[in-house]
């Protein structure tokens, strides 16, 4: 690391213009991200003409604010609404909305910022230590490293369903059905788009996360409408007690580093990393049983996670002018157009730049919590908001969300279609987030399965070549028997002394 | 008598509705807003084609109306070209060569001649680059190579099939006398998937736009070996062209502007002097030095000979890339 750079950096960042870029997007992130189906992505893309006329840093200063204020603001709806508004979300509806539902919204929505601070930080951190090695360590991912790395997030899956397992494999394998749907990449083949061209780049999750989710939680409710009236929801306090800090303190340490290394994986991303986190902490809880009923550490954990990730894949944009995700893409197109090509070279001729963006990630975060804990006691107030107003806002959003995505009224039928389909699996009893996480992960694990096998001509060698498959592989196995062999363990301590196992779990 | 007159003052109206209607339509283009179609997701090449084409002819007053740049993403192209096929004049849509291979691999009813050539803006440059460390120091060592054994050479090219970037070099390999689909190609998802994979050496070749590797060539990460221009490139004048590798062959990766079928002269010719100027500014110079493109205009004349001629081209590079029978 380059201390002069590092200030000169930082005397860009902290600039009065730049701060209130840094604040303005942060703000503007966390609004859109709480939007069902309005995303980093989009608001990006929308800004676009605006950043025009923009210095260049400032611009990817106020990128970057939105991309990491949506991690932020991602989990609001998830929590108070059990509609998660982008894949990296997901995760925070498993114990944000049971705890909401147990009248703590108040303190998920401080725990989640809370969260996501700590996971910036120690992503920021991360960047300015060891962006460099990081960069030559994401390319020894090839096509089999990530198919084992989407191999172990659909291990998740087992986490996620424990109890209903059948009907979580079953929602997995329709969500992998669904994700074939397309142009086939090694062939060119067109499959099951029945002729429509907007199917054929596939069924964007997206679409599918807001049908499921957005308009099949409206629908649902809908059903038990007349049941609901009479309950006043309970909204607790704005902060977190003591219990529910060390509680989570440690996930949140353990998945900040976790997000981070999936975020600087190209193509990775938060909606992988929160999932990781989130499947670790309950793999190695004492209480696991309490994951999914409103455990403070299940939401505190994926939170962490996925906003380190995000920070995180800005090191394969800056370093190597490789976009990790989505948003990234588009910020990538909008630095172009400026004139600032973000790739080898940018450390070497525009070091300050480079550095102006990390230090502007780290005042962003400090902004970010502070905004997200003053929004706390505004947005407890949507539970109370009678159902007759909220649910028709709620499918409102998605459809405007839906249709900023490609700009095209066939989404709105999928949209319905899979509205539909999520109710069913709500009366059904189906875990709904096996499908999505199959349907996100799906493409690219089939694409690197078949690019593996045809590099490798044919053998499955391929998959035990390297120390990173080795490992990969490795945990896969943990995380589908670990639950397993703790309780082949704790049956036998429990035979040797029940004192200890009392010590244990208090 | 009061009904006769009413009668008579909306039939007055009526014409005179009719009258400006019919004044606007036929004396003066462009009589109203207009829209330029970027069949693509903001960000991605055709949105940044159209956005610096509003931007430029914005600027600097060459139109006075509106521009509207307007997302229609899908199909490769073909959401955004269906939409403009059933506009009017006031709609034109970027494209590229995606228009010609749609319909030449069979995956698009819509053809060439299905709209109307207003002008060529820019080329980008195809490069063939290899690892730092590879064996391969020349191009012609790498196609000799891969003459003697094309299935152990893997070459990564992204996002799809039947794209400049994989014909390029299915171009270059035929010239060279090797059949192109023995080519053993490895399908990633985006230009910057393949570069990470050529980097990460996972494959040991990579096709695609120069601007994807021109940094990293000057870096020292990789080696290109060859570019498909006519004369080398500037900043990277140590890469030869693949014409000084022996390999007779320029390789534009274009990028143009096109209306909806049946647009008349005079619309043509106003876009003939506004595109025209429009290639002499200083800004449009610099959108294309920021995108490292090249300037390539060509007027709607020039254009629709130049579509012929490529569309002859790429039906023998589709057939000869085993792509289709």
Redesign the interface.
């Known amino acids: 690391m380059d201390i002069s750079s590092f200030m000169a950096g930082l005397s860009i960042a902290v600039q009065p213009i730049n701060i209130i870029w840094i604040i303005l997007g942060g703000f503007l992130g966390t609004i859109v991200g709480m939007l069902p189906g309005l995303g980093p992505a989009t608001a ?3 800004l ?2 605006i950043t ?1 006329g923009m210095d260049p840093v400032s611009a990817i200063i106020l990128m970057a604010a939105i991309y990491y204020g949506a991690m932020y603001g991602g989990s609001r709806s998830s929590i108070l609404l059990n509609t998660p508004g982008d894949g990296s979300a997901i995760a925070a509806t498993f114990d944000g909305y049971p705890m909401a539902k147990k009248g703590q919204a108040g303190q998920a929505l401080a725990i989640s910022a809370i969260a996501s601070f700590i996971g910036g930080l120690i992503a920021v951190i991360g960047f300015v230590f060891l962006a460099e090695p990081l960069a030559a360590f ?6 089999a490293e990530y198919f084992l790395l989407m191999l172990l997030t659909l291990s998740a899956i087992v986490a996620l369903s424990v109890g209903k397992m059948v009907k979580g494999f079953l929602a997995m394998m329709i969500g992998l059905a669904l994700s074939t749907v397309g ?1 086939d ?4 083949v ?1 499959r099951f788009t029945m002729g429509i ?2 199917l ?2 596939g069924i964007d999750f997206l679409i599918v996360i807001i049908g499921v989710y957005a308009i099949g939680e409206v629908l649902y409710n809908f059903l038990n409408i007349d049941d609901q009236k009479k309950e006043k929801k309970k909204v607790g306090k704005v902060w977190f007690s003591k219990d529910q800090w060390k509680r989570s303190r440690w996930p949140i340490l353990r998945s900040g580093p976790i997000g981070f290394l999936v975020g600087v994986l ?2 990775a991303g938060g909606s992988i990393a929160s999932m990781i986190g989130y499947t670790t902490e309950k793999q190695i809880s004492k209480k696991p049983e309490e994951f999914g009923e409103g455990a403070p550490e299940g939401l505190a954990a994926p939170e962490s996670a996925n906003n380190a990730a995000s920070v995180g894949a800005m090191i ?1 944009l800056l370093t ?4 990790g995700s989505g948003t990234t ?6 630095l ?4 600032l ?1 973000p ?3 940018l450390f ?1 001729q525009q070091p300050e730049t480079a550095w102006a963006l990390i230090n502007s990630m780290f005042l962003g975060n400090i902004a970010l919590v502070i905004i997200n804990i003053l929004l706390v006691g505004v947005l407890v107030k949507v539970l109370d908001t009678p159902a007759k107003i909220l649910y028709p806002m709620i499918v409102l959003l998605a459809f405007i969300g839906t249709y900023t995505l ?3 009224t066939i989404d709105f039928f999928l949209l319905l279609i899979f509205g539909l389909f999520g109710l069913m699996m709500k009366v059904l009893d189906i875990p709904i987030a096996p499908l999505v996480l199959a349907l996100i992960v799906g493409v ?1 694990m089939e ?1 690197n399965f078949r ?1 593996a096998v ?2 490798s ?1 044919g053998s499955l060698g391929v998959f035990f070549q390297s120390g990173v498959s080795i490992t990969l592989l490795i945990l896969t196995i943990l995380s589908l028997f670990y639950p397993l062999i703790i309780k082949l363990v704790k049956r036998k301590s429990d035979k040797l002394s029940d004192d200890e196992q009392v010590y244990k779990s208090s | 008598m009061k009904k006769l007159v009413s009668v008579a003052l909306i039939s007055l109206l009526f014409i005179m509705a009719g009258c400006s209607g019919s004044a606007s339509g036929n004396d003066e283009y462009p009589s109203g807003n207009l829209e330029i179609v970027a069949p693509a997701s903001p960000g991605g090449g055709w949105d940044l084609t159209a956005r610096s084409l509003e931007k430029v002819l914005t600027d600097e007053g060459l139109v006075e109306q509106n521009i509207n740049v307007v997302n229609k993403p899908g199909g490769g192209g073909e959401v955004g070209w269906k939409y403009l096929k059933q506009k009017d004049a006031h709609t034109l849509s970027v494209n590229s060569s995606l228009l010609l291979t749609n319909n030449l691999l069979g995956q698009s009813e819509l053809t060439y001649e299905d709209f109307t050539p207003i002008a060529t803006l820019a080329t980008e440059w195809q490069a063939l680059a290899v690892p730092a460390d590879s064996e391969y120091e020349t191009a012609s060592e790498f196609m000799e190579a891969t003459k003697n054994n094309p299935t152990d050479i893997k070459v990564g090219v992204g996002p799809g099939l039947g794209n400049d970037d994989h014909l390029s070099l299915v171009q270059a390999a035929s010239e060279y006398g090797i059949n192109p689909s023995d080519l053993n190609f490895l399908v990633y998802e985006g230009g910057g998937d393949v570069v990470t994979a050529l980097l990460g050496g996972h494959v040991d070749a990579v096709t695609t736009s120069l601007s994807e590797v021109k940094d990293q060539h000057q870096a020292g990460k990789l080696r290109i070996l060859a570019v498909s221009s006519d004369k080398p490139v500037e900043g990277i004048e140590d890469v030869p062209t693949w014409k000084q590798e022996g390999i007779d062959m320029v390789f534009p990766h274009w990028r143009g502007i096109m209306g909806p079928p049946d647009m008349t002269e005079e619309q043509i010719a106003y876009w003939d002097e506004k595109l025209g100027n429009m290639v002499e500014t200083e800004q449009w110079q610099t959108v294309l030095d920021n995108n490292d493109w090249e300037g390539f205009y060509k007027n709607s004349e020039e254009t629709e000979q130049f579509m012929k001629e490529q569309h002859d081209l790429y039906e023998t590079l589709v057939k000869d890339s085993g792509l289709v029978e």
């Open positions: 990006v893309a929308v676009i003409p025009f994401a390319l020894e991912f090839g096509p142009i990449t090694q062939t060119g067109y061209p907007q054929s780049e190209p193509g394969p190597m002018g490789i976009p893409a588009v910020m990538l197109g909008a172009i157009m400026l004139g090509r790739g080898p070279l070497q490609s700009y095209s690219d694409q690019m045809l590099s001509n």
